[in-house]
């Protein structure tokens, strides 16, 4: 059981990337999936997520209005669109799984982890 998440680099304040999280296993009609991101010397914090086969999206409120999560039940992939992106986006960001398709916002509530993928945002 795997997930793998790309689409990480190096961008300027003000620009944008786009995420991508593959996980063959899953669906999103049946899971919540949801994106972390870990900054050096901070602990991982929640980001986004989405459930109910992509029709429920919810944001920290530090990405709200920037961020987009979405996704493609096909491809058994997630998407995080990130705009206006600052130097304290900074981080190693995570996809993750949680069985069944509650809500969650906490590490603990997801079962399955990506490898992460690394953003940097820096002039």
């Known amino acids: 059981v795997q997930l793998q998440a790309s689409g990480g680099g190096l961008v300027q304040p003000g620009g944008s990337l786009r995420l991508s999280c593959v996980g063959s296993?899953?669906?999103?009609?049946?899971?919540?999936w949801g994106w972390f991101r870990q900054a050096p010397g901070k602990e991982r914090e929640w980001v986004s997520y989405?459930?109910?086969?992509?029709?429920?999206?919810y944001y920290a409120d530090s990405v709200k209005g920037r961020f987009t999560m979405s996704g493609d039940n096909a491809k058994r992939t997630v998407y995080l669109e990130m705009h206006s992106l600052k130097p304290e986006d900074t981080a190693v960001y995570y996809c993750?799984?949680?069985?069944?398709?509650?809500?969650?916002?906490?590490?603990?509530?997801?079962?399955?982890w990506g490898q992460g993928t690394q953003v940097t945002v820096s002039s």
């Open positions: 296993a899953f669906s999103l009609v049946r899971y919540t």
């Open positions: 993750a799984v949680r069985l069944g398709s509650a809500v969650g916002t906490k590490t603990s509530d997801y079962a399955y």
């Open positions: 989405i459930r109910n086969s992509g029709r429920s999206t």
